[in-house]
């Protein structure tokens, strides 16, 4: 097996519960939302850069860590290059709705802090919702 993210010891393997893989998947999601929001309002509000391009930059670094855990710790599933770019099509358009829903919704509401987090979360929980369901019943399906 490759080098990977040192979460356990046990071998990877797809049978984990229901209730294991979310309570993984909301740990996993809550530290790479940090990141995500992190970035995002560093970009937007130090940077300067355009809602989407911000929201874009925390979305790719925070997905990107949050394809790693999981694939590893909460679904426990082996390196695959099919799965690889199955969820490169999920995070497309999760990627699509995230940021077209947060930049909808910062055009939508008065650019404050206190507005662009609730957009955060609102586009955070949608693409959230959508990516939890793809990646359990077709991406790391169980057996």
Known sequence: MPIELP?????????VDLKTQLIRFVMTGAGSA????????VLQYVV???FAVAKAGGFILGTTVAYLINRRWTFRAEPSAARFVAVLLLYATTFAV?????????VL???TW?????????A???ATVINF???????????
């Open 7 to 15: 979460l356990d010891d046990e071998e990877a393997s797809t049978d």
């Open 34 to 41: 940090v990141l995500d929001y992190g970035l995002t309002m």
């Open 48 to 50: 300067g850069a355009p």
């Open 98 to 106: 995230n940021v077209g829903l947060y930049a909808w919704l910062s």
């Open 109 to 111: 509401w008065p650019e």
């Open 114 to 122: 206190l507005y662009s987090a609730a957009a955060f979360v609102v």
């Open 124 to 126: 955070q929980g949608v």
């Open 133 to 143: 369901v793809v990646q359990r019943v077709v991406i790391f399906k169980i057996r």
